[in-house]
């Protein structure tokens, strides 16, 4: 159980486990180096696309995500599946993946 929100810890959300792994279930702290890396890693490239709508996106315990704006709201996210919908109750606003404008800002980010 997380100590901080009380929700139990019994399963990893797919986008936490690696395809290599067989089983779904996982105890605590196996492989727990690796997977932190893997959870930061996708922290790190999701905020390069939470930029563009002045949002941040950081990793919390190893089990959840914050959502934050830039008026100094936070949410907790479960899962990377909860990420956008958890955007749009924080910012009360549709997502576009394919907005023009997104994609100028990801081509410009990366050269």
Known sequence: MCILCGEMITKFHWSDVQ???EKSF???GENQKERM???LKKVKF???????????????QGSKYILSNQKGRDIIVNDLGDLW???NELEKR??????????FHLRTYNG
């Open 46 to 60: 999701l905020n390069i696309i939470l930029n563009f709508y002045g949002l941040k996106l950081k990793e919390w």
């Open 19 to 21: 395809f290599k792994e």
């Open 94 to 103: 549709p997502f576009d993946a394919l907005d023009e404008k997104l994609l």
């Open 37 to 39: 890396r893997l959870r």
């Open 85 to 87: 919908i958890k955007a």
């Open 26 to 28: 996982i105890s605590l």
